[in-house]
């Protein structure tokens, strides 16, 4: 988002949150959502004992690794409790002082009872004997525009060729990883994770296929941009509602759908 709005880049990609927080500090030429990658939040609850049977409940009197506060995953995660009945701030203890990128070192040496963790190293943690994962954040939450692309008001108004041409290029990737296999996946993108294990990589990819990470089209729909919002007023990171028709320009989508 910083590097978009000091046009040192025309495209940014991240949370819808990011366009929000813009609109409401009042820029004219604030940035708009044109085409939405992921659905669910991807992190994953791993515990530090296995448990054949969980239940959000038994976060209770816990500890636990959400991130950083104010980032949707951590968000998300109270949204869930929230939704189990529980409150966050009373009934578990959520550590946000970690950084992302030392999360589950600090599980693995720490005295944490559950840590969240995107793949693939959720799935490396558990491989190593570190940890277990026992439920999906993403899953628990519900749809939720977790990432997608942006753009300044202005840059797509006077640049709309780039724009669908940008979007008919992530909807043909969006159907490609739908009829493929997480193995066919693998294969494909494995040069960008030179350091991860291809069985491991395929793992990571299939947990994301079973919980339909991935959007099957750049629509980013209204009823999931309010979950999004309603994340974020729970959380107290956001006061009201900002207009969907504001932040999110579908006009690309549909075309490319169409």
Same mark, same amino acid.
């Not at 189990?84 to 992302?100: A, E, H, R, V, Y």
């Not at 558990?126 to 977790?146: L, N």
């Given at each position: 988002?910083?590097?978009?709005?000091?046009? /040192?880049?025309?495209?940014?990609?991240?949370?819808?949150?990011?366009?929000?927080?813009?609109?409401?500090?009042?820029?004219?030429?604030?940035?708009?959502?044109?085409?939405?990658?992921?659905?669910?939040?991807?992190?994953?609850?791993?515990?530090?004992?296995?448990?054949?049977?969980?239940?959000?409940?038994?976060?209770?009197?816990?500890?636990?690794i959400p991130g950083r506060k104010g980032g949707v995953p951590y968000m998300t995660l109270e949204?869930?409790?929230?939704?189990?009945?529980?409150?966050?701030?009373?009934?578990?203890?959520?550590?946000?002082?970690?950084?992302?990128?030392?999360?589950?070192?600090?599980f693995a040496s720490g005295n944490a009872d559950y840590v969240t963790l995107f793949e693939p190293?959720?799935?490396?943690?558990?491989? /190593?004997?570190?940890?277990?994962?026992?439920?999906?954040?993403?899953?628990?939450?519900?749809?939720?525009?977790?990432?997608?692309?942006?753009?300044?008001?202005?840059?797509?108004q006077e640049n709309e060729e780039t724009i669908q041409k940008f979007t008919n290029a992530i909807?043909?990737?969006?159907?490609?990883?739908?009829?493929?296999?997480?193995?066919?996946?693998?294969?494909?993108?494995?040069?960008?994770?030179?350091?991860?294990?291809?069985?491991?990589?395929?793992?990571?990819? /299939?947990?994301? /296929?079973?919980?339909?990470?991935?959007?099957?089209?750049?629509?980013?729909?209204?009823?999931?941009?309010?979950?999004?919002?309603?994340?974020?007023?729970?959380?107290?990171?956001?006061?009201?509602?900002?207009?969907?028709?504001?932040?999110?320009?579908?006009?690309?989508?549909?075309?490319?759908?169409?």
């Open positions: 988002m910083t590097a978009v709005l000091a046009n /040192q880049c025309d495209i940014g990609f991240a949370g819808p949150e990011a366009s929000i927080y813009v609109y409401n500090e009042g820029k004219e030429d604030f940035c708009q959502v044109f085409a939405q990658m992921t659905q669910k939040d991807g992190s994953f609850l791993v515990a530090r004992n296995q448990n054949e049977n969980f239940n959000w409940e038994d976060l209770k009197g816990k500890m636990v949204y869930v409790l929230k939704k189990n009945g529980m409150n966050p701030q009373k009934d578990t203890t959520l550590d946000d002082s970690i950084k992302f990128d030392l999360m589950a070192g600090a190293t959720a799935s490396m943690t558990q491989e /190593q004997g570190k940890g277990y994962i026992v439920a999906s954040v993403g899953e628990a939450a519900g749809e939720i525009p977790y990432t997608a692309y942006f753009a300044k008001k202005s840059y797509i909807y043909k990737g969006q159907q490609w990883v739908k009829d493929h296999s997480s193995k066919e996946i693998a294969q494909t993108i494995q040069n960008f994770f030179p350091d991860t294990d291809i069985k491991m990589l395929e793992a990571a990819i /299939q947990s994301y /296929q079973n919980i339909n990470a991935w959007s099957e089209t750049p629509v980013l729909k209204e009823e999931a941009f309010n979950r999004l919002e309603e994340v974020m007023i729970m959380a107290g990171e956001l006061k009201e509602n900002v207009p969907y028709d504001k932040i999110v320009n579908n006009k690309y989508t549909q075309e490319t759908v169409k």
